[in-house]
T-cell receptor, first 116, second 111 residues
Framework: NAGVTQTPKFRVLKTGQSMTLLCAQDMNHEYMYWYRQDPGMGLRLIHYSVGEGTTAKGEVPDGYNVSRLKKQNFLLGLESAAPSQTSVYFC???????????????FGPGTRLTVT | AQRVTQPEKLLSVFKGAPVELKCNYS??????LFWYVQYSRQRLQLLLR??SRESIKGFTADLNKGETSFHLKKPFAQEEDSAMYYCALSYSGAGSYQLTFGKGTKLSVIP
């Protein structure tokens, strides 16, 4: 199993350009997440999805949109990139939470995005 | 609101010395806490979780509800322990569960 994969690995954008980051998982997980990682800020949740066709906002959703058309894929879009969106983006997936336990999140390798 | 605090951005210890990475949390409900680790050029991965009460790679962490802490400890640091460590708290919201991460502590083990 490949686990969680992300494409592309690196990308440089100019301010105002758009792009889509793709996350794919082969573990049949219901939940998927997009985070950004910035120095000194840790990981912050952008958007998440609890199942195919559903998405919800996280802590820092502004400037991003997401779609979950297929269970195994979770797309993160930047419609008009800004330098403040320069970051490393991580996707994660997990099983649904049970009544008594939260399951481990499995992370992708990350996408390093630079906006100039 | 939930919050996770890791007071040290960087922690340097000598090989063989004890390690303690601090984590404090605030949460009104019953917390589930995790430690995730990110080795250089690798993805984040789960190191341990408080409900498992197990030792992974020599690391242990005990949930102290009175002090609202979940410190990560290892009696003898190894060079391969050098990495970024994140403490995370799980909470329920909108039918899902989410993780709130601390800002991370970079552990550097000096040979």
């Amino acid at each position: 199993n490949a686990g969680v994969t992300q494409t592309p690995k690196f990308r440089v954008l100019k301010t105002g350009q758009s792009m889509t980051l793709l996350c794919a998982q082969d573990m049949n997980h219901e939940y998927m997440y997009w985070y950004r990682q910035d120095p000194g800020m840790g990981l912050r949740l952008i958007h998440y999805s609890v199942g195919e066709g559903t998405t919800a906002k996280g802590e820092v959703p502004d400037g991003y949109n997401v779609s979950r058309l297929k269970k195994q894929n979770f797309l993160l879009g930047l419609e008009s990139a800004a330098p403040s969106q320069t970051s490393v983006y991580f996707c994660a997936s997990s099983r649904p939470q049970s009544m008594t336990v939260s399951y481990e999140q499995y992370f992708g390798p990350g996408t390093r995005l630079t906006v100039t | 609101a939930q919050r996770v605090t890791q007071p040290e951005k960087l922690l340097s210890v000598f090989k063989g010395a004890p390690v303690e990475l601090k984590c404090n949390y605030s949460y009104s409900g019953s917390p589930e806490l995790f430690w995730y680790v990110q080795y250089s050029r690798q993805r984040l991965q789960l190191l341990l979780r408080h409900i498992s009460r197990e030792s992974i790679k020599g690391f242990t962490a005990d949930l102290n509800k009175g002090e609202t802490s979940f410190h990560l400890k290892k009696p003898f640091a190894q060079e391969e322990d050098s990495a970024m460590y994140y403490c995370a708290l799980s909470y329920s919201g909108a039918g899902s569960y989410q993780l709130t991460f601390g800002k991370g502590t970079k552990l550097s083990v000096i040979p």
